[in-house]
């Protein structure tokens, strides 16, 4: 799986613009939130934008082209929700190498055992289940992690 078949997943997942007053993120554009990118006009975000952005600040520091294909795709959609280091440190759980979060040699390798993206699936939902935001988009997290998951496989 190519950068171009993950991010085409997210961008999908994501949508276009939202302002939900729940969301901590603030308001949002396929995934980039306010927060995360105070001085961007969130409103006006492109697609092809989103995408550039997600290759910059997600794609790059997780390693995406040096991961098995299923892995960095179903990484990438968990950075966007999460942020690059948890979703590091949850891979890195979940495939039981030294959790810095940061993807090196160790996390590389490892991240090829059998099982890891059933296994990184289920730290994403565990991490999930602690958040404040569970009761509310619990169930539509639920079924994301499970669904990205299916299509990465």
Excluded: C
């Excluded at 006006?44 to 997780?62: E, F, G, K, M, R």
């Excluded at 179903?74 to 039981?96: H, K, M, P, Y």
């Excluded at 959790?99 to 996390?107: C, S």
């Amino acid at each position: 799986m190519s950068f171009a078949r993950a991010v085409a997943h997210v961008l999908a997942v994501e949508g276009g613009y939202v302002d939900n007053p729940a969301d901590p993120g603030g308001a949002t554009a396929y995934g980039i939130s306010q927060r995360a990118y105070p001085n961007l006009d969130i409103r006006s975000v492109t697609p092809a934008q989103a995408a550039q952005i997600y290759n910059d600040d997600y794609w790059a520091p997780l390693e995406g082209d040096l991961l098995p294909d299923a892995v960095s795709f179903v990484l990438l959609d968990f950075a966007v929700n999460s942020g690059v280091r948890t979703a590091v440190e949850a891979l890195q759980r979940a495939i039981g190498v030294t959790v810095d979060g940061k993807v090196g040699p160790e996390t590389i390798a490892a991240s090829r055992k059998p099982g890891t993206v059933t296994m990184l699936s289920v730290e994403r939902l565990l991490y999930l289940t602690k958040l404040a935001g569970w009761p509310t988009f619990g169930r539509g997290w639920a079924k994301r992690v499970i669904d990205t998951a299916l299509e990465a496989m």
